[in-house]
């Protein structure tokens, strides 16, 4: 809800970072944050603005292949831990046929029966061997967590979404 809110009071990606940051640190029991990516889909001039409080970083995917969208350098810390912390935004193109996937943890750090981790680069070929469609995306991705940790199951919880351009 407070998110909710503060979209209304603060419209840039930094910014709002910046102030659910210390609404979180005002009333958080120590040792608890969270992550979180927030973007702006401009559909008009197909950019993003985004900032990215301790998230995994999206995956940006177009005809050159898949890769981390934002700089590690630009990443700000989790949000409820740092109450001074500020967030920096980026601004993205976005080209022709791309695609960009948000995910959690339970993608990358999910186990096979050989306590191997499924990990960035499977995560890139499940993508990649994909069109741009966000539901193909994220359906191959959760078959392909799914078969690499047929024996053991998933540890944790696996979330997803996926948008594309046209």
Known sequence: SDLQYYTLL????GELLTQI??????????????????????TVANRIQ???????????????????LG???????PLGIIPDGEYDQE????????????????????????????????????IESQPNDPDLICQGILRAVDKFTRTEGRSDDLTLLSCSTN
């Open 21 to 42: 940051n210390r609404v979180l640190c005002e009333r958080a029991k120590r040792g608890m944050f969270v992550t979180l990516v927030y973007m702006l889909l401009d």
């Open 71 to 77: 700089s590690n350098s630009r990443k700000g810390p």
């Open 91 to 126: 601004i993205f193109e976005l080209g022709k046929n791309s695609s960009i996937t948000l995910y959690t943890d339970g993608v990358i750090e999910a186990k096979n029966n050989f306590s191997k981790l499924f990990g960035m680069k499977r995560l890139f070929k499940v």
């Open 10 to 13: 603060f419209p840039e990606p």
């Open 50 to 68: 985004m900032a990215n409080a301790g998230h995994m970083s999206p995956i940006y995917s177009d005809e050159k292949g898949a890769r981390l």
